[in-house]
């Protein structure tokens, strides 16, 4: 009957354990401690067409997921990531000056980029390239994509804020709407390696009285 007490206390302890235990702190709690590793192997045996399998690795005894499963309890999460300043003033040129090319959002802009804000665009899904304009070197042409209509709620391009519109509700003040929009994107900063760049007090100089259709 002890011997029976004594697979149970093992048991529980290595069920319990976060980490791998020690055999000199497992026989401290057995009455039989000279049969601790006769216990273990006979628990190693009952386990090992479960789930879960236990472990011997040196003088440690664990739990651990059975190998044949392990792949399958694999568990993918979708992490949320706040857009960089950089990445949505991007985005915002795009959407009211397409298509556009890289070197016309620099200059729009007034800063060369790196490459994170259009990979990170393109990432999620609201930027798309739209082949090539038709000069020296046929720099490739930015659009929107439907997945960002359908993000913003936006039926067709007509339908982004005229600059009358955008100044209406303050989106044109001396905090930029880019700020604004930020504060609506949820999640986690982007750490991208653009340079270093003066705030936009104004999106003006690139938002037509009427967005393109």
């Known amino acids: 009957m002890s011997e029976q007490k004594d697979t149970k206390i093992l048991e529980a302890i290595l069920f319990a354990s976060g980490e791998p235990v020690l055999e000199d702190d497992l026989k401290q709690k057995i009455s039989f401690k000279n049969n601790l590793i006769q216990y273990l192997e006979n628990i190693q045996d009952s386990y090992k067409n479960s789930g879960i399998n236990l472990v011997k690795t040196g003088n440690k005894w664990s739990f651990r997921t059975s190998e044949d499963i392990k792949n399958d309890l694999t568990?993918?999460?979708?992490?949320?990531r706040k857009l960089s300043r950089a990445a949505l003033?991007?985005?915002a040129i795009i959407a009211y000056q397409q298509p556009i090319t890289r070197s016309e959002i620099e200059n729009i802009r007034g800063v060369q980029m790196g490459r994170g804000s259009i990979d990170h665009l393109m990432e999620i899904g609201w930027i798309k390239p739209s082949g090539r304009k038709n000069i020296p070197g046929k720099p490739v042409l930015w659009i929107t994509t439907d997945m960002f209509l359908e993000h913003f709620g936006i039926n067709n391009l007509a339908d982004l804020p005229n600059k009358n519109e955008l100044k209406a509700s303050g989106?044109?003040?001396?905090?930029?709407?880019?700020?604004?929009?930020?504060d609506m994107v949820s999640g986690e900063n982007d750490a991208e390696n653009d340079q270093k760049e003066e705030e936009i007090e104004s999106l003006e100089d690139f938002i037509p009285e009427t967005p393109k259709n």
């Open 171 to 182: 989106f044109l003040e001396k905090r930029s709407a880019i700020a604004k929009i930020t």
């Open 75 to 80: 568990i993918f999460k979708k992490q949320k």
């Open 89 to 91: 003033e991007t985005l």
